[in-house]
């Protein structure tokens, strides 16, 4: 549907400049954070069963498993927590610090040699997570541009599905070439970068404080995955 309403003159509703300068910011970190993640998620199986000895299939399926039972229970109570103190410095706090904390697990692969190092691996993955999903969701929902949320939402998924598919395609040949170890190192890496970026939405998210848009609907985030 095209929206012209408020617009100014000449201005086009589906050009990327218009969009709000929090909203671009976190689209940019996420085109890293998720996008990093083509490096490990589409080898993961085999990076698991080859690395660690005694390490099966079945351990990878439960290790994922565990990711999201630990995710699934811890999200809530913190989005509950986040959402009862007022303003949104918590929110992104909290969203900074997991994401910082997600990006830094990897390195947990670097050393691990035993299959319970992949279960520590996916369980703190999914505490990370846990912090950034509901905090990530809450403030880019707040400050996304009204009657543009279905535009905003989706440049987001186009914008880290991109991102995730070409570094999914470059990482078995970066593992066949050169080992899983610059995998690791790159994923991290980026994702911290990704991370940073975040930083240049600091200002605006403390001085804009509380909801930009009460009205704005959340969907799901697509993309926010890992291995």
Do not use: C
Not at 5 to 23: A, D, L, T, W
Request: zero cysteines; hydrophobic letters at 45%; glycine letters at 10%.
């Amino acid at each position: 549907m095209r929206y012209n309403g408020g617009m100014k003159k000449g201005r086009q509703p589906n050009k990327v400049e218009g969009v709000n300068r929090v909203v671009k910011t976190m689209i940019y970190s996420d085109l890293l954070v998720i996008g990093a993640e083509g490096f490990l998620t589409p080898l993961f199986p085999v990076l698991v069963t080859s690395r660690i000895h005694g390490a099966t299939l079945e351990t990878v399926g439960l290790s994922l498993t565990l990711y999201w039972v630990v995710k699934s229970l811890l999200q809530l109570p913190i989005s509950k927590f986040v959402d009862a103190i007022p303003g949104e410095k918590d929110d992104f706090q909290f969203m900074f610090l997991g994401t910082i904390l997600y990006a830094l697990t990897p390195i947990i692969l670097l050393f691990a040699d035993k299959p319970w190092h992949v279960f520590l691996f996916q369980g703190l993955l999914g505490a990370w997570a846990a912090f950034v999903f509901p905090t990530y969701s809450a403030i880019f929902t707040r400050h996304i541009d009204r009657h543009r949320e279905g535009y905003e939402w989706s440049l987001h998924s186009l914008a880290v599905g991109l991102s995730y598919g070409a570094v999914a395609g470059i990482s078995g040949w970066v593992a066949q070439n050169f080992g899983f170890t610059p995998l690791i190192l790159l994923n991290t890496f980026i994702m911290i970068s990704g991370a940073l970026i975040l930083l240049l939405a600091k200002h605006d998210i403390y001085r804009d404080g509380k909801e930009h848009n009460p009205k704005a609907r959340e969907p799901d985030r697509n993309g926010r995955r890992v291995t």
